[in-house]
């Protein structure tokens, strides 16, 4: 488990939990486990995870990052205490920690370890005494015993300081008293120094572990798998046993086989472009031969993008198609009087279909209906007549056929603005459809006399200053005329302020 105390940029504080199977998302959105504010922290902006026993930190791809320990860091293995700042907030990471007894801490229960103060940059030797000797130089008593053996555990070095005070002060008295009441011999402060050498060598080793290990993470998020190898197998050598680094070895080695697998498949697949592009180039060369022009064509179109410029391929592709569509341009000199009807009709035939694709199903008729007049007895006039038209003819009846009926029926009804509205939209869509142009001209020129009638009436009120019955004419006039592009609309909107 994972505990993160997190201190916001407002101050406020919060503690989250996580298991190792957990994924805490870090970001600006609502769905991220741990919600940050501010324009410097992304949607996304970080998470932490659990890879193979390792509580990591990544950063995904945010615009202003993450660092760790004042470090900017793009992806890291966490320790505990460490402190991640994203923006202004911070998250302190509280990690479990697993505490040995003496069986397997490495200390002789027979001897008590005097260690250096934390905070010695490098300690010149560890101190251990014997037990028995720091008891004996103290007192006799069992009881008295217990009690400066816990002493000297909680505090080696004041015990140490203590010992060799008593040590000094019975040297004197020894000297003072002479040789005429001897004093019994005090056992002396057995301190043997560790091997100095050995602890450097431990501690210097572990900082190089921890350094090829952070450096090779970096290397490893920033694409550089080989160096980053180089330093996990670094560790390995000095420590077999570190599993961190042999997970990350072995990540790399699994990078490294998926990329030279992938260039291994690259090869195999230029190989085979290499051999299309042979066979593609002797399928050209036999149609040239042939004077099957179309067909060489069509197979130098096939080998664009395959050809390296300025290569023999290239300019050999080039000669076969320069002959090839020089051809083709004589032949089609030759049919040019054949062909004019056909291309003529073809035209109208592809924008009408253009048209049709846009929906714009009038426009494709009245093309499809030029194309007819061209010729109207030749094979594609007929096929234009028999199928296209009459899809177009169908696609405008389903398009206008409600707007029309709704028109008659506000017509009915006496809504003459809502009945213009629907026939406008019918003959914009097809003007010829049944006689729904004649009935919006008819309705709109009914309604454009009332709308003149309206605004020339505000226009008198507006004269004899009564602005209130003026107003009311003017807006009369928006409700009457429902075409915007009138010409009184446009006049009463502007008198309304609109």
Avoid at 324 to 352: F, P
Avoid at 413 to 438: C, H, M, Q, S, T
Avoid at 474 to 489: F, G, H, Q, R
Wanted: glycine share 8%; net charge neutral.
């Amino acid at each position: 488990m994972i505990t993160l105390s997190i201190s916001f940029a407002d101050g406020s504080q919060e503690t989250r939990e996580a298991l190792p199977e957990n994924t805490v998302m870090i970001g600006r959105a609502d769905d991220c486990d741990v919600q940050l504010a501010g324009g410097r922290v992304s949607r996304n902006h970080a998470r932490i995870y659990n890879e193979d026993g390792r509580w990591m930190v990544e950063d995904l791809k945010s615009t202003n990052g993450l660092s760790v320990n004042d470090i900017q860091s793009t992806r890291y293995a966490l320790n505990n205490g460490d402190v991640i700042r994203i923006a202004e907030n911070r998250i302190r990471v509280t990690l479990p920690v697993e505490t040995g007894g003496a069986e397997d801490s490495g200390v002789d229960p027979d001897a008590t370890c005097i260690e250096p103060v934390m905070g010695d940059p490098e300690p010149d030797a560890t101190f251990v005494v014997s037990r028995e000797a720091m008891m004996g130089s103290v007192t006799g008593k069992g009881a008295a015993t217990g009690n400066v053996a816990a002493f000297v555990r909680e505090k080696p070095i004041l015990a140490l300081v203590g010992a060799l005070l008593l040590v000094i002060l019975i040297s004197i008295v020894v000297l003072l008293s002479g040789n005429e009441n001897p004093a019994p011999e005090t056992p002396k402060l057995a301190v043997v120094p560790e091997d100095a050498d050995t602890a450097k060598a431990a501690l210097e080793q572990k900082r190089k572990i921890g350094a090829y290990l952070q450096r090779g993470e970096m290397l490893l998020a920033a694409g550089e798998v080989e160096n980053a190898l180089i330093r996990f197998d670094a560790i390995l050598e000095l420590d077999p046993g570190h599993r961190a680094a042999a997970t990350l070895a072995a990540r790399c080695r699994r990078e490294i086989d998926a990329r030279d697998a992938a260039r291994r498949q690259a090869e195999e697949k230029a190989s085979l472009a290499a051999e299309k592009l042979n066979k593609g180039l002797e399928l050209a060369r036999y149609y040239h031969s042939h004077r099957e022009w179309d067909q060489c064509i069509a197979m130098l179109d096939s080998l664009a993008g395959q050809i390296a410029e300025g290569s023999a391929e290239a300019k050999e592709v080039s000669a076969l198609r320069q002959t090839a569509s020089d051809a083709l341009k004589k032949a089609a000199a030759a049919r040019k009087k054949q062909s004019e009807v056909t291309g003529a009709i073809q035209r109208q035939v592809n924008k009408g279909s253009g048209y049709y694709k846009k929906r714009n199903y009038y426009k494709a008729l009245l093309a499809w209906r030029k194309g007819v007049k061209i010729s109207p007895n030749h094979p594609l006039a007929l096929e234009i007549k028999d199928q296209m038209i009459p899809k177009a003819v169908s696609a405008l009846n389903q398009r206008v056929a409600g707007d029309y009926q709704r028109a008659v029926q506000y017509k009915n009804r006496g809504d003459d603005g809502e009945a213009l509205i629907y026939f406008d939209r019918v003959v914009n869509r097809w003007p010829e459809y049944k006689d729904a142009a004649r009935q919006r001209n008819a309705i709109e020129k009914w309604l454009e006399d009332e709308a003149k009638r309206l605004y020339q009436e505000g226009k008198v009120y507006e004269g004899i200053g009564q602005m209130d019955k003026a107003i009311r004419k003017w807006e009369a006039v928006l409700e009457k005329m429902p075409l915007k592009s009138n010409a009184y609309y446009k006049k009463a909107a502007a008198k309304l302020g609109r």
